[in-house]
């Protein structure tokens, strides 16, 4: 199956700094890559995903950038606020027939202080 | 809005004893998960369902059972509980009417196997 890696495992950032969260996957057959952001005490929840045939996607202050060719792909948030601090995990998948069989990685807790 | 709720919240039990988790989500989507997310290992797919009646294994699934006899719930069953179950599990759900169909978690239930 696919592998997921995912650094740092945590990050500091002071408020108004960039924060970068990176990862690698080993299945060159996955095309669709989210990012989930998880606070305290609850679910996953989506905050940006980018497909297979996209490099960049940019919504606000986060980006994510791909590159297929070395199969990575990252997460930027800019002008990072207190309430960016939880967990962000990557994912990678198929999609079509294995829809939301997504791998995940090891999540990032990401610390941002004021 | 009550979208995708799980039940307990937190749960004790005694390792041999049979736990059964729920799930129910209010939107009608097609597709419910089961993942667990343990320190160290990120999430990691238990079981799916694509549609009543319809399930499948995902990465880890021994020692688990699922049904789905309504669309709108799918409880995940611990027939005979291990210390190593002991785990936050999530459930999840999408429509699925594209390719690349985001994933709605629940909150999760910490279940812990003494």
């Known amino acids: 199956g696919e592998n997921v890696e995912q650094h740092p495992s945590t990050l500091s950032v002071q408020e108004g700094d960039s924060a970068v969260i990176k990862c690698t996957y080993s299945?060159?057959?996955?095309?669709?890559f989210p990012w989930y952001k998880q606070e305290l005490g609850k679910g996953p929840q989506l905050i940006i995903d980018?497909?297979?045939?996209?490099g960049e996607k940019k919504d606000q202050r986060i980006a994510v950038t791909l590159n297929k060719t070395a199969k990575h792909f990252s997460l930027h948030i800019t002008e990072t606020q207190p309430e960016d601090s939880a967990v962000y995990f990557c994912?990678?998948?198929?999609?079509?027939?294995?829809?939301?069989?997504?791998?995940f990685g090891r999540g990032t807790q990401l610390t941002v202080w004021p | 809005d009550a979208g995708i709720t799980q039940s307990p919240r937190y749960k004790i039990t005694e390792t041999g004893r049979q736990v059964t988790l729920m799930c129910h989500q209010t939107w009608s989507h097609s597709y419910m998960f089961w993942y667990r997310q343990d320190l160290g290992h990120g999430l990691r797919l238990i079981y799916y369902?694509?549609?009543?009646?319809?399930?499948d294994k995902g990465e880890v699934p021994d020692g688990y059972v699922v049904s789905r006899s309504k669309t709108e719930n799918f409880p995940l069953t611990l027939e005979s509980a291990t210390r190593s179950q002991t785990s936050v599990y999530f459930c999840?759900?999408?429509?699925?009417?594209?390719?690349?169909?985001?994933?709605?978690f629940g909150n999760g239930t910490r279940l812990t196997v003494t």
């Open positions: 369902s694509a549609a009543a009646d319809i399930t």
């Open positions: 999840a759900s999408s429509d699925g009417t594209g390719v690349f169909s985001p994933l709605h």
């Open positions: 980018i497909r297979s045939n996209v």
């Open positions: 994912a990678a998948s198929k999609g079509g027939s294995t829809l939301g069989r997504l791998y």
């Open positions: 299945d060159s057959a996955s095309n669709y």
